[in-house]
């Protein structure tokens, strides 16, 4: 049986509210909805592209984010459920980052070098992944959207709101075509 490709679900763009509300808790009885989620997601974060999406950014209020850094250009697609850092560097790095609620903005966030961080997979089993590097931001980064927290919200005041407005700017434009 040939499977039918997934729509991408559509990513909401800042300053819309949802993004700054703290995501709830997927629950035992929230299984069932996953697996189409889960894949309109990987399919909204391809077609971006980028490498990881949040479920909050597609209007959903759960604890679920998904990432692939396609190390190589080879697939390795990432599910955590209800993930949460459990430790953290005390080495920071700074690294530039975006993000698809953000289209075309960027800015240097510093974060913790290295993370470890628990979550459960699809099929419901509990896992830890340590990671440094691209795959440390990722999951910081992500994470922080299921707490309501957009990476400019790292940012002093000035810079947030200079990319704020860039970005409404450049969302009018696109609207008046």
């Given at each position: 049986?040939?499977?039918?490709?997934?729509?991408?679900?559509?990513?909401?763009?800042?300053?819309?509210?949802?993004?700054?509300?703290?995501?709830?808790?997927?629950?035992?009885?929230?299984?069932?909805?996953?697996?189409?989620?889960?894949?309109?997601?990987?399919?909204?974060?391809?077609?971006?592209?980028?490498?990881?999406?949040a479920a909050p950014q597609v209007g959903v209020s759960l604890?679920?984010?998904?990432?692939?850094?396609?190390?190589?250009?080879?697939?390795?697609?990432?599910?955590?459920?209800?993930?949460?850092?459990?430790?953290t560097s005390e080495e920071r790095v700074t690294r530039e980052?975006?993000?698809?609620?953000?289209?075309?903005?960027?800015?240097?966030?510093?974060?913790?070098?290295?993370?470890?961080?628990?979550?459960?997979?699809?099929?419901?089993?509990?896992?830890?992944?340590?990671?440094?590097?691209?795959?440390?931001?990722?999951?910081?980064?992500?994470?922080?959207?299921?707490?309501?927290?957009?990476?400019?919200?790292?940012?002093?005041?000035?810079?947030?709101?200079?990319?704020?407005?860039?970005?409404?700017?450049?969302?009018?434009?696109?609207?008046?075509?």
């Open positions: 049986m040939q499977r039918v490709a997934t729509a991408p679900l559509s990513i909401i763009i800042a300053p819309d509210p949802r993004l700054k509300a703290r995501a709830r808790v997927v629950r035992a009885e929230d299984r069932a909805t996953l697996p189409p989620l889960i894949e309109g997601m990987f399919a909204a974060m391809y077609a971006a592209p980028g490498i990881g999406l604890r679920l984010l998904v990432i692939d850094l396609q190390p190589e250009d080879k697939p390795a697609p990432l599910v955590l459920i209800n993930p949460e850092i459990i430790a980052e975006g993000c698809l609620s953000l289209p075309n903005q960027y800015a240097d966030i510093t974060r913790p070098a290295r993370v470890s961080v628990r979550y459960s997979d699809v099929a419901g089993a509990a896992r830890q992944i340590a990671a440094e590097g691209l795959l440390a931001a990722c999951l910081q980064h992500e994470i922080d959207h299921l707490n309501g927290i957009l990476f400019i919200d790292h940012l002093s005041p000035l810079k947030r709101n200079m990319i704020l407005r860039r970005l409404a700017k450049e969302q009018r434009q696109k609207a008046t075509g």
